[in-house]
């Protein structure tokens, strides 16, 4: 059997056509198609916070090539109550300490990172010594330099990094880029992201700068700096930033409360991006010499909302429903069976993290920093 999928799907026709078979869509439903994974993956969780419990597992209960096999968790007795709900073997439930033997369970194929951002590389680079393949929330880490010493783990290992880039699988963010590459709204001029909301607890990690790495970009405000990546489809050669933070207010002790930064992109487009954890923002527009597109929301878990304005006046686009978290994590297993491009790669994760440190470089000093 040849071994790429354009192969092999030209090998299947071909044996097919010989055996008297008309197409492969005609019989796309009653055989397993070649380029299609067979077995799905066995993801394991580490931590059962907000996002894992309200996003994830549920998004991967609605995938066609991943499977939840294991937890690791603290709480032994929350574990247990996920484990029933997902019906996980109770034997895969492990804590912080017993981790690394995930390496005798073939069970895990995949490691699914959803902790504080201080704790993903450390999780990311034991679970790639235990040589599984890993998924790892946003921010990929705090640091450039433990984002590099992810990808050095992942390449001792021979496996592979995605990060939790969800939009990437957003139906409507998707339809805007390819608006955008087909020149629908003339040469791109300007990018306005706008990210934030008024963030709660004050006690919780995200308030916390070791835990966090920092305040609203890192979390929220990664949003804008991507979406201005992928919507002008070009990397930044400079950045010049503000941050803000008061620290009369209890939230804002340890970290920025409001990020604003502007990116200068090679062809002259210019981003003017905001973040921020003390007001609701959730909207991206870009600006075209013959037009203007809107996403609003930008980055909501339900998808985004795309309008365009090419001339006829502002009217929302039609786009098929989608599922980002399905659509990661199956995206994630068909890049490994070699039937779909990688994307979201940790290689992506470093670059957002590069940007980000020339930000906070840039408000501390005050002065623009080339990238
Ligand atoms: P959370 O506070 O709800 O959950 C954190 C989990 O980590 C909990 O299970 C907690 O018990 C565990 N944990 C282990 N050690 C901890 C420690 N020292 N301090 C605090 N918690 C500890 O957080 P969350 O909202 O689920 O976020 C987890 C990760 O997911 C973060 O990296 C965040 O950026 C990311 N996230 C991504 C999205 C997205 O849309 N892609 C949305 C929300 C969160």
Known sequence: MPKSSVSRRRFLESSLAVLGAASLA???????????????????????????MGQLLPGISRCKFCKP???????????????????????????????????????IDVVYVVL????????????????????????????????RQMLDAARTAGKRLQIGYRMHWDSATLACIDALRQGQIGPIQIIVAETG??????????????????????????????AARYLSGEEPTEVFAHTYQNTDDVHFKQVEQHCDFQLKFPSG????????????????????????????????????????????????????????????MDGFARALAAVAPFKATGEEGLQDMRIIEA????????RAVKI
């Open 197 to 226: 909301f008024a963030i709660g607890d004050p006690t919780q990690w995200r308030l916390n700068k070791k835990l966090a790495g920092g305040g609203c970009l890192m979390d929220i405000g990664i949003y804008s700096l991507s």
């Open 69 to 107: 096999v294991a937890l690791v968790s603290g709480h032994p007795d929350k574990a247990k109550a996920v484990a029933d709900q997902y019906s996980i073997d109770p034997k895969n439930i492990y804590d912080y300490d017993n981790f690394d033997s995930i390496k005798n369970n073939p069970q």
């Open 26 to 52: 005609q019989l796309g439903k009653t055989i397993i198609l070649a380029d299609e994974p067979v077995k799905p993956l066995g993801f394991a969780f580490v931590g059962l916070g907000q996002f894992a």
């Open 116 to 147: 504080p951002n201080s704790m993903h590389a450390e999780y990311t680079i034991r679970a790639f010594a235990a040589g599984k393949h890993v998924m790892c929330e946003k921010p990929m880490a705090v640091s450039v330099k433990e984002c």
């Open 269 to 328: 487009v210019l981003a003017s991006c905001v973040s921020s954890y003390s007001t609701n923002l959730n909207r991206y527009e870009v600006h075209g010499r013959g037009g203007h597109c809107v996403l609003q929301p930008g980055q909501a878990y339900e998808g985004a909302t795309f309008y365009m304005d090419n001339g006829t006046g502002l009217r929302q686009v039609d786009v098929p429903a989608g599922d980002q978290f399905a659509g990661e």
């Open 359 to 366: 930000i906070y470089e840039s408000a501390r000093t005050a």
